[in-house]
């Protein structure tokens, strides 16, 4: 009797005999499919042998898919407890940013959900600075350049007036100071060459 699974390769094929799936390697078509196992027993007459041998083997083909089975559920049981435990730490993570969005902030501790927060407020507080700064400085540029027009000339004011006919130097007055703190910052930035807000006809730009 000849068989038609594939020569010279590891094959699983179901033995004739026992008929589980057993590993065989067969260099011939007329190779017997009977397992090694079987072997020991093929042309047997004591069928009661034959069967009990067979249920001896079924027995541990069982035992071993059982215990595949097993390794199985407990690596899946292990994926599981992991997923668990990473829930827990997300739920408290959820709980402790609804308490701090909440406005207790103070109940978070000093807990890494509250450290990113708080530097990501420290963040944005900085760029909006940044920007009231260059808001300012637009503001105080003006201011410099209607003051340096309103400088002293001798007895009179520089536009031409006199110092106690200009209307303007009564306006600038109570600001004067502040303008001159704004423009020593700057004229700092200038010589330290780094961003000054400064305007293009300033004596120190020329
Ligand atoms: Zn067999
Ligand atoms: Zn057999
Ligand atoms: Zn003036």
Redesign the pocket.
Known sequence: MTHSHPLHADVLVECLCCHASQPFHFSSSSDQVVCPYCARHLGDDRAVQRDAQHIALWASLLEDAESRFDDATSAAQVALDEADVRITVLTAQVGELSRIIAGDIDSAAESPSRTLLETEALGRARRRAELAARGNDAVFAALWAINA??GDAGAL?????AITD?P??SVLAPVRGRIADWEARNLALLAQGTRHALPAGHPAMR
């Not at 004011?157 to 007036?161: D, M, S, W, Y």
């Open positions: 027009r309103h004011c520089a536009c031409g007036e200009c303007d130097r």
